[in-house]
């Protein structure tokens, strides 16, 4: 299944149905008097957050979505039927923009919810509406109403409470293999992941948060290296970033030398996004001798100058991922009732998820703006000849597929 995170889409409602002008005729009745029925009211369009949906990739074959119209009245006093509405299903987490307004209409959290994006036409009205002392046999009736039309723009931001952040084979997959159920694909070279995971990670029975398990991210990824940060979004929306580490990476690089890339990343992608709380997470503990493994970390530590919460873990063995879990959970706890008992800190924590949500948007465009500049004067350069090549539509980036297992 391909992982789509952003589609556009127009929405039609229908259109009411026509009133109609029409009179009774019976036998042995003269003068019947108007009967004539009013329009049914065109479908509406709503869109609908729904748990077994992951991915926006039907919006990016069908992009038209029009409800039926209205039936018009008729006579004997019969009102048009109404047009059946339309549901479009989307992931939790999807947010629905007005594309030419830039206004947000709905931010669907949770499954179920749902919001109206196209208002179906009113109903015309038949002439039994216009009757009257003084017209007893009005011909007048009214047309049904149109439908609403948008455009809009579907953008998912995956709903987690902890993100992990890293460079490429730190180990995140394998961290989120660890310690919760979700089985994101684990190899040794960079760039596994393509498209965020989500695993539910369960501290005790009653006590559980969702990890999100990003692609990696590079130096230079704001310019577009690697995967780029378009991935960056998905951390939008959690509450604790969790930097994996790579004690001894493969290529020989030095392990603080690249948590900085890391952190630099993240700030030139959204200073709000990093000033979220980080827990830094020393990993592949295992591939250091024991005898020289606090010392190496410590050297680590001390060339990032790191004051923050620090955990060290074997992701590979499961060890001390545990404590990591309870840590989070933890402060999850925390945050979440602080955020029931303390109205300031809960409109503090509003207004930051409001600037991160603008912030990454923001980003979004801007990085898909970039690539599609990039694209366009590559093309200019390889096909000078070719004019007519066709700008087709851009997925701002990596095309990812993905197979659930
Ligand atoms: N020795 C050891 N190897 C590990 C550990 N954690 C992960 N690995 C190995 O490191 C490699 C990369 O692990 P992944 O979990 O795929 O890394 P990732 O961070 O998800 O990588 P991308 O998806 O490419 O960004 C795999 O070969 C893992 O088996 C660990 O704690 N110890
Ligand atoms: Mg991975």
């Keep these: 299944m391909r992982f789509v995170d952003e589609a556009v889409i127009t929405v039609?409602?229908?259109d009411g149905g026509n009133g109609?002008?029409?009179?009774?005729?019976?036998k042995f009745v003269p003068f019947g008097g108007p009967d004539g029925g009013d329009g049914g009211r065109g479908g509406s369009i709503y869109i609908q957050a729904d748990d077994d949906t992951s991915t926006l990739v039907d919006y990016r074959y069908t992009r038209r979505f029009r409800a039926e119209r209205g039936k018009n009245g008729s006579g004997a006093n019969c009102s048009g039927r109404g047009g059946e509405d339309i549901i479009l299903k989307v992931p939790v987490g999807t947010t629905i923009v007005d594309t030419e307004s830039g206004d947000i209409i709905g931010d669907l959290v949770a499954d179920g919810q749902r919001v109206k994006v196209a208002n179906g036409g009113d109903g015309g009205l038949g002439n039994t509406h216009f009757k009257s002392s003084t017209?007893?046999?009005p011909r007048k009736c009214t047309h049904g109403i149109k439908g609403e039309y948008r455009e809009v723009r579907l953008e998912l931001k995956v709903l987690a409470d902890v993100g992990l952040l890293g460079m490429p084979n730190a180990g995140k997959s394998t961290f989120i293999r660890a310690v919760s159920a979700a089985k994101p694909k684990v190899a040794d070279y960079p760039f596994t992941t393509m498209v965020p995971n989500l695993g539910v990670v369960d501290a005790d029975r009653h006590r559980s948060f969702v990890m999100a398990d990003i692609?990696?991210?590079i130096e230079g990824a704001a310019e577009g290296a690697g995967l780029g940060i378009r991935f960056l979004k998905h951390l939008a929306r959690t509450r604790i970033l969790l930097h994996i580490v790579d004690v001894q990476p493969i290529d020989g690089s030095d392990p603080a030398y690249n948590a900085r890339a890391i952190l630099a990343e993240l700030e030139k992608f959204s200073p709000t996004l990093a000033k979220l709380p980080i827990v830094l997470v020393l990993n592949k503990l295992d591939q250091l001798p024991e005898e020289s493994r606090d010392e190496w970390c410590q050297h680590i530590l001390d060339e990032l100058?790191?004051?923050g919460p620090v955990f060290k873990t074997s992701g590979l063995m499961a060890e001390g991922t545990k404590e990591v879990v309870y840590y989070l959970m933890d402060q999850?706890?925390?945050q979440r009732e602080r955020e029931v008992e303390d109205p300031e800190y809960a409109a503090e924590i509003k207004a930051l998820r409001e600037q991160l949500?603008?912030?990454?948007?923001?980003?979004?465009?801007a990085a898909k703006e970039a690539y599609r500049a990039m694209r366009k004067a590559q093309r200019e350069a390889d096909l000078d000849d070719d004019e007519d090549f066709d700008d087709d539509e851009d997925e701002g980036g990596v095309e990812s597929i993905y197979v659930r297992d």
Excluded: D, H, K, M
């Excluded at 109609?20 to 019976?26: L, M």
């Excluded at 949500?357 to 465009?365: G, H, N």
């Design 332 to 334: 999850i706890e925390q």
């Design 20 to 26: 109609v002008a029409s009179f009774r005729r019976e």
């Design 12 to 14: 039609e409602a229908g």
């Design 305 to 307: 100058q790191w004051t």
């Design 135 to 137: 017209n007893r046999s």
């Design 357 to 365: 949500e603008a912030e990454t948007r923001e980003q979004t465009i």
């Design 215 to 217: 692609p990696g991210l």
